[in-house]
């Protein structure tokens, strides 16, 4: 079995709902208004075919970039939120952002043990009905490595399902909702782009 990562639910978030997460560079709670949702985009994966005992390299999912391209600028407007479904016979490691190992308790520091770094199998979430997912915002996009645990030489599979969503960031909100939010009188799912599966 995996490491200890916490199921989200299968359904995903409605537009409409608020979001909120920790602006590292601030030092404070922001939050997002969901608008509208496209999906799902469906992103499947194979890896090279490795001996049991070993890793893959490490792939990083720089396309899976949530941004509206207006002129020559990016506009990082938009959010995505990936179920991620993992084939049978692998372990498979989360670096979110791609650069940090993903900690089984939302540690992300550059290198930490192998047995506290957050990782998913089959029966965990599967392949072909994934049941952890994970935010990705501008610039935080995932990466993945896997290691063969079948007793055979394989390819690791896994599946990305993506729902790309458009924000409304908190400069745009209304003063009255920020205050709802903020007493939490007005519900917002907590989420971390930093990645939790």
Known sequence: MGGALPPVSLKWPEPGGYVKYWDSIAHQ??????????????????????????KTNRVSFSDLQPFEQTGS????????Y??????????????????????????????IQEDQTGDLEYADSPYDAPTR??????????????LVTHFQNIAPSFLLLVAKYLV????ELPPATLQLLRSGQLLSMPVDAGGQL
């Open 29 to 54: 709670v922001r939050f997002e208004r969901l608008e509208f949702r496209t999906f799902p985009l469906k992103y499947p994966f194979r890896l090279p075919t490795t001996a049991p005992g070993s």
């Open 133 to 146: 997912g994970l935010w990705i915002r501008y610039n935080s996009y995932p990466a993945v490595e896997a």
């Open 168 to 171: 409304v960031p908190q400069e």
């Open 82 to 111: 990936a179920f991620m479904g993992v084939s049978p016979g692998a372990k498979f490691y989360l670096y979110h952002p791609y650069n940090y190992q993903t900690g089984k308790f939302d540690q992300r520091v550059e290198n």
């Open 73 to 80: 600028a990016a506009v990082p407007n938009h959010r995505y």
